[in-house]
C-alpha cells in the first residue's frame, strides 16, 4: 500500500514535468528517481499547498525532518534551516509530561524501551543524539542554516526573531510578537 501511495505520487510528477520519467513498479529495475526532479516536485507540492491556504512561503517543521535534513539540503538547494536547541533538562521536563499520551509521536519509544525504568535516562539519551545531529548538520551547512535557543526566543523574542528573518530574507514586522494568533 505505501508503495503505492509512492508510485502514485512520482507518476503526479511525471504529468506535472515534461522532463520526468516514472518507471513502473515491478519491471525487475531499480528505481531510481533524479534529485533535481524530486526537488522541484516537492517545491511544486509545497508551494501550491502554501498558496491554498493564502500563504506566500512553506516550512515544514515536523520531528522527523532531521532524520532527512541531509537528502532535502540535496533536493532543495535554495531550502534554509532553522536550527533549534532546547536545554536539556526542558527537553526532559516536557517528555515527562507528555509522555502520558505515549511516546511514539515524538521519537521517544525507541529510547524509552532500550531503558526500561529510567525515563529521564531515556529522555536525555534522545536529546544527545537529536541534538548531536543538528549539530553535525548545522556544521555541514553553515551557510544554509540560522542557529536559534528556545530560550531565546522566550527571553528575547524580538532579537531572535529579527535574526531569523534576517536570515531568510524576510522583512521585519513587529505584529508577529502580537498574542491575537495571527
Given at each position: 500500500?505505501?508503495?503505492?501511495?509512492?508510485?502514485?505520487?512520482?507518476?503526479?510528477?511525471?504529468?506535472?514535468?515534461?522532463?520526468?520519467?516514472?518507471?513502473?513498479?515491478?519491471?525487475?529495475?531499480?528505481?531510481?528517481?533524479?534529485?533535481?526532479?524530486?526537488?522541484?516536485?516537492?517545491?511544486?507540492?509545497?508551494?501550491?499547498?502554501a498558496a491554498s491556504q493564502g500563504k506566500a512561503r512553506w516550512c515544514d517543521k515536523?520531528?522527523?525532518?532531521?532524520?532527512?535534513?541531509?537528502?532535502?539540503?540535496?533536493?532543495?538547494?535554495?531550502?534554509?534551516?532553522?536550527?533549534?536547541?532546547?536545554h536539556c533538562m526542558d527537553v526532559v521536563a516536557s517528555g515527562i509530561e507528555i509522555?502520558?499520551?505515549?511516546?511514539?509521536?515524538?521519537?521517544?519509544?525507541?529510547?524509552?524501551?532500550?531503558?526500561?525504568?529510567?525515563?529521564?535516562?531515556?529522555?536525555?539519551?534522545?536529546?544527545?543524539?537529536?541534538?548531536?545531529?543538528?549539530?553535525?548538520?548545522?556544521?555541514?551547512?553553515?551557510?544554509?542554516?540560522?542557529?536559534?535557543?528556545?530560550?531565546g526566543l522566550l527571553v528575547q523574542p524580538e532579537q531572535t526573531l529579527r535574526r531569523?528573518?534576517?536570515?531568510?530574507?524576510?522583512?521585519?514586522?513587529?505584529?508577529?510578537?502580537?498574542?491575537?494568533?495571527?
Open positions: 500500500e505505501r508503495n503505492r501511495e509512492r508510485y502514485a505520487f512520482l507518476r503526479w510528477g511525471q504529468t506535472a514535468f515534461d522532463d520526468f520519467a516514472v518507471v513502473p513498479p515491478n519491471t525487475g529495475i531499480c528505481h531510481q528517481v533524479n534529485l533535481e526532479y524530486l526537488g522541484r516536485v516537492v517545491e511544486s507540492a509545497m508551494s501550491w499547498y515536523s520531528l522527523s525532518t532531521l532524520d532527512h535534513a541531509e537528502l532535502i539540503a540535496e533536493v532543495l538547494p535554495e531550502a534554509r534551516f532553522v536550527c533549534l536547541y532546547r509522555c502520558k499520551w505515549g511516546y511514539d509521536g515524538y521519537g521517544f519509544e525507541p529510547y524509552v524501551r532500550s531503558s526500561p525504568g529510567n525515563l529521564v535516562y531515556a529522555l536525555v539519551r534522545y536529546w544527545t543524539e537529536r541534538t548531536w545531529k543538528i549539530l553535525s548538520f548545522q556544521q555541514r551547512h553553515q551557510d544554509r542554516c540560522v542557529e536559534v535557543r528556545y530560550e531569523v528573518f534576517d536570515f531568510l530574507g524576510l522583512e521585519w514586522t513587529p505584529e508577529v510578537l502580537d498574542d491575537d494568533g495571527a
